[in-house]
Every structure is written in structure tokens, then in C-alpha cells.
């Protein structure tokens, strides 16, 4: 019994020095070159590192060159199997209007390796709240917004289900 609860003690103290000195910034650095690939430039932004988290300050995100959000703030939060990922106040582009809404309040993204083709995916804004998924494996992506009149631009695109609308699409 003693063996065990030393492998296990051991075990947890290995797990925890991997995330306190996971090089957080040296990850993020890596994801910008992987979005460079498909031309989606993230600059301007303020990195700080905590024990479990990666936070990213005021960035503006450029697609083929042209400027199409600002966000207050990133924070990535990690535990090697669990990690979320919070946006508050993403601005978007005005030319973006007929397409999305101008200002998202907050979002965030879910991941866990318990089930590792599924994204939980969470925001809130001017057309009320949204949850949903999108699943990597089958590419498509599912959001249900509840019952708001404020859907505007949005509500072309959505089916009405229920209570509320749902948007669908392949990526």
C-alpha cells in the first residue's frame, strides 16, 4: 500500500511540474505560426504567463492582411487533459456587421481528452446566449441561441428549433 500511495504522490508532483514549467508563450508562438499558414495574423497583443494559464492582452487579428477583430482578452487555462479557453470582448470589424454581430461580450471554447473530437462551445452578446459544439472529427459545427429578438443579421442563417434558433455549418 505504501508503494502505491508513493507512485501516486509521485505521479501528481511530476504532472504538476509539467504544467507550472510548460513553456506557455513558446505554445502560443507555435499556434501564431500554424495560423500563419492559413494567412490569420495575430499581433499587438501583451503575453503574461501564470501557473496554470496563459493570458493575452488586446490582440488584433488579421486575415489576409486585413485588420477584421480586436479582443480584450484571451486567457488560456490548462490542465494537459482539460483546457478552456475564455474571450472577453471581441469587437469585430464593422464591414464583418452583415455577417456576425459587431461585439461579442464573452465566448469560450471547452476541450477535454475524455472526449477528444468534441469542443464545447459557450458565448454571450447582443443576440442573447449560444451553446454548442463543434466536432473535429466530422468537421461541423452547432450552436443554439436562445430566444432573443436581437438575432438581426444572424437570423437568416439559423433554423428555428424549440425555444430557440440553431446554426449549423461544415468547416
Do not use: C
Not at 508513493?6 to 506557455?24: D, N, S
Not at 490569420?40 to 494559464?53: D, L, Q, V, Y
Not at 494537459?80 to 471581441?90: H, M, Q
Not at 459557450?122 to 438575432?151: D, P, T, Y
Amino acid at each position: 500500500m505504501q508503494m502505491v500511495k508513493k507512485t501516486a504522490i509521485a505521479l501528481l508532483v511530476l504532472w504538476f511540474a509539467v504544467i507550472v514549467m510548460m513553456p506557455k508563450q513558446e505554445l502560443y508562438y507555435l499556434l501564431e505560426q500554424e495560423l500563419a499558414k492559413k494567412d490569420i495574423k495575430i499581433s499587438s497583443e501583451k503575453i503574461s504567463e501564470g501557473w496554470f494559464s496563459l493570458s493575452i492582452k488586446e490582440p488584433s487579428v488579421y486575415v489576409r492582411g486585413i485588420k477584421v477583430a480586436t479582443i480584450e482578452e484571451i486567457d488560456i487555462f490548462t490542465l494537459l487533459f482539460y483546457t478552456r479557453t475564455s474571450l472577453k470582448g471581441l469587437l469585430l470589424d464593422s464591414s464583418l456587421e452583415r455577417f456576425a454581430p459587431k461585439e461579442i461580450e464573452q465566448a469560450a471554447l471547452s476541450y477535454s481528452v475524455v472526449a477528444p473530437f468534441d469542443v464545447a462551445i459557450s458565448g454571450s452578446g447582443v443576440f442573447g446566449e449560444a451553446k454548442g459544439a463543434a466536432n473535429l472529427k466530422e468537421n461541423q459545427l452547432r450552436l443554439k441561441f436562445s430566444e432573443n429578438k436581437n438575432l438581426g443579421m444572424l437570423r437568416s442563417g439559423l433554423k428555428k428549433e424549440g425555444e430557440g434558433w440553431i446554426y449549423e455549418t461544415s468547416f
